[in-house]
């Protein structure tokens, strides 16, 4: 037990430094390490095998609305980024250029892709020109750069992996019922498969997507009451097709133009995951998306017959379909628990001599530490009816600590005090007007994280300017 | 028919003009676009899940030998690239060089990797220090680019798609099974999932990798009988590891360096799918590896209930494990069969009004047009035992004509009267000199493709020089 406390120790405790926590679970749950270039990570087996389950996920997801994956090329020529005036202005002062190929150097610079609806618009410029054309639902994983100043692991890299997704339709209602289709899956992904709730909104003029008519987004709390936006899915009306030159001769011969979206969920999801459900033994994963759910961990390994039936419940659970991994390293048994805790494995197994002896073995469950005795022989069925229900739990716990940290503010007053003593999202009425905003941003390090779907009458003035309130929206410190 | 016919006519016949051939079906089964950037292509969604299907594939094989999947920085500083001198003679021509991010110019400028040797050498100078933690086997699926001055879609492009494998080990031996290993793995791939017969061999130190001790390679056999070299392995030996400080304290408590490899293979392999398989009505893709197996194609389909029973047919072919679509737009069944044939799809199914009357449908085989009629209900297992039948026979097809494009030259006389009037291997004797290999290149337009590991003693002397021969060599025109 020493040793176990030994390890956990080396995690600062979040409740002393939630941002130096934070960084030690990524590093020390063998997630990430840092390369010779500011923002731009290493990705381990463990942090990779978290976006492949995401990835898998998600994917199937997409598929099952009727999505194709296609692959867009990485580098951008500058007079095609420069065609959409918002989009440009709003990335050109972080994209990363390449200005020679080989040894000679280029004609034309080439960007680094940030985003792909220029390239997107420029094929379906030449790919679309019928309503038989349409409607075109595509999707890309792949990697992007943004020039960030300021960098952390997950949350803000300067390359980071994400998908997104472009489709073009014949008319904007088709293109609006997408965006929202695709909100919903990613809040569907998050509640399901990562037991993360969210709120789901629009977001303010100042802080949609550069280039779109409209951005919704999901945005989930994390365990310190910071929000953190978590997917967004904008609405580009005709405005992109207009700068590129997207028409297509529509069913009554006409000639129009047609109308786009994008969709984008990222690994800050998986800082997401982190910091919904973490504690101060280190990462605790959902078992539905764990990319391994059970540690098997042999007591007395050395003994005859011990690593032997540990690899036999193994090729057991793995046959029931679960994923499974047994840690037969020479460690001992107190490093291994508390390794599995860090790694945020969602169960393990011990299994020792006197267990074998009587048939028996015990589970114990990341979250709740919970020890659970059982036959061997019953581990495969209690396992798989543990699943859901640590999965539930886990949605449970995050879905009450969203409520608990989220208040309601009705006057100016009421506004500033939530913000000087508690922490997460503030619900509060606003005029619409964009100098409210950054008022309230410059007075509190708050931001407007989406106008929600679910709108309250909480008051009928605004909680900046006392004038007449157009909307409620959720206000929140954010990564 | 007559509709049909002008379809496939807009092929090139692959007698007549086998690049003209292989462009148009890359084109036309909507495989891939041309971008606004020489040698950057857009993946269409065909192109794309032929990827995917490689990757899904190849993944499940990879992990099973106990690979683990991870990513690394896509931008790579001058220096580290630097630091292994064969690597960046080898590669410096061709890398596009990053000068500015956001609106500064960098102080170093980063290269956009072209393979990734460099970065994994220096994650493992910081991440490896014990025996403890050797071996480590990595993989990572990403892009990578290259300034080429020639480009062809899949088969050189600037930008292309691979999985780069990258191991460490504490032998130089245990190295060297890896290095084997995985050519294993590639080779098993071609010939159980995508139906390509390869030669297995070593290359010359002239065709090896920049910064490799040796180089291991699979070569096949396009139907024009050009090489394509469609999977490499690589045997480092420590020398990254002297180059990096890649040192770990051995089990005798010695410092030691460590022992690497890579291998890769790329969206090249598309282009061998392409060239090995298809014909003069298109694509013929292996049904182990097609994204669909099964196109439906309905038969008078206004007619009632016909386009029902197609999607009730689909739904059972799905539910029985197959991939299948049905194709109900609003043209003619001729366009749809020359489509299908186009796009490679192994089989289609008719159905039609006559033929649900009798509760029957056709069932056709894309690589040898043969029409195998049976019961609606039947169809579904009918299929399930064409599929191996059907990827069998491709498989001895394309074996049949890589032996039947395999000559054998003992003397310089029937060297150069071989290439004069045959395509595809000769196998030859040759003496080792590297003088020996240039010499034939620049007579014959001919490179060495691998030194078979089954050698043969064909002759006594090298079939340019008239010394002793050291090595029997596969030579050939190749992409």
Chains 1, 2 share one sequence.
Not at 117 to 130: K, L, N
Request: proline share 4%; charged share 25%.
């Amino acid at each position: 037990m020493a040793e176990q406390k030994k390890l956990v120790e080396e995690i600062t405790s979040m409740d002393v430094d939630f941002t130096r926590w934070y960084t030690d679970v990524v590093t020390k749950a063998g997630l990430v390490a840092y390369s010779h270039i500011k923002g731009f990570l290493v990705y381990k087996p463990a942090g990779y095998a978290l976006w492949e389950a995401v990835q898998s996920h998600l994917d199937a997801r997409f598929k099952a609305t009727g999505v194709e994956n296609v692959y867009m090329p990485l580098l951008i020529p500058e007079n095609l980024l420069a065609k959409e005036s918002d989009l440009v202005n709003g990335f050109a002062p972080e994209v990363a250029w390449v200005t020679s190929g080989g040894s000679e150097p280029l004609q034309e610079r080439l960007c680094v892709r940030p985003t792909s609806e220029t390239v997107f618009s420029d094929f379906f410029h030449s790919d679309v020109q019928s309503y038989r054309d349409l409607p075109r639902v595509y999707n890309q994983w792949c990697s992007v750069v943004r020039w960030e100043k300021e960098t952390r692991p997950f949350l803000r890299s300067r390359e980071f992996m994400w998908q997104e997704g472009h489709t073009i339709h014949a008319t904007e209602e088709e293109a609006r019922a997408r965006t929202q289709q695709m909100l919903n899956v990613y809040a569907d992904f998050c509640r399901e498969d990562l037991a993360i709730p969210t709120v789901r909104g629009q977001k303010t003029d100042k802080e949609k997507f550069a280039g779109a008519e409209a951005t919704y987004t999901i945005e989930a709390l994390m365990h310190d009451g910071r929000a953190l936006q978590s997917g967004t899915s904008h609405d580009f009306g005709t405005k992109f097709a207009e700068a590129y030159g997207i028409q297509f001769t529509d069913r009554d011969n006409k000639l129009k133009y047609a109308a786009q979206t994008s969709w984008g969920l990222s690994t800050r999801i998986i800082g997401a995951l982190i910091m919904v459900h973490g504690d101060n033994s280190g990462l605790v994963l959902p078992p539905v998306i764990a990319p391994t759910q059970v540690m098997i961990i042999p007591i007395q390994q050395k003994k005859a017959g011990v690593l032997d039936k540990a690899f036999e419940i193994e090729a057991a659970l793995k046959a029931a379909g679960l994923r499974v991994k047994v840690d037969a390293s020479d460690k001992s048994p107190g490093f291994k628990f508390s390794d599995q805790e860090m790694r945020g494995i969602p169960f393990r197994l011990e299994i020792g001599p006197r267990d074998i002896a009587n048939g028996r073995c015990v589970l114990v469950r990341r979250d709740t530490r919970e020890k659970i005795e059982c036959g061997i022989e019953e581990a495969a069925e209690k396992l798989q009816g543990l699943i859901p229900v640590m999965q539930k739990d886990m949605y449970e716990r995050a879905k009450k600590h969203l409520e608990d940290h989220t208040w309601t503010a009705a006057t100016p007053g009421e506004f500033e005090q939530t913000f000087a003593e508690k922490t997460g999202f503030v619900k509060a009425m606003w005029c619409g007007d964009r100098a409210c905003e950054e008022t309230i941003k410059e007075k509190y390090s708050v931001t407007s994280r989406c106008i929600p779907f679910e709108q309250e009458e909480i008051a009928s003035t605004c909680v900046c300017c006392g004038r007449p309130a157009a909307k409620m929206v959720y206000w929140a410190k954010a990564y």
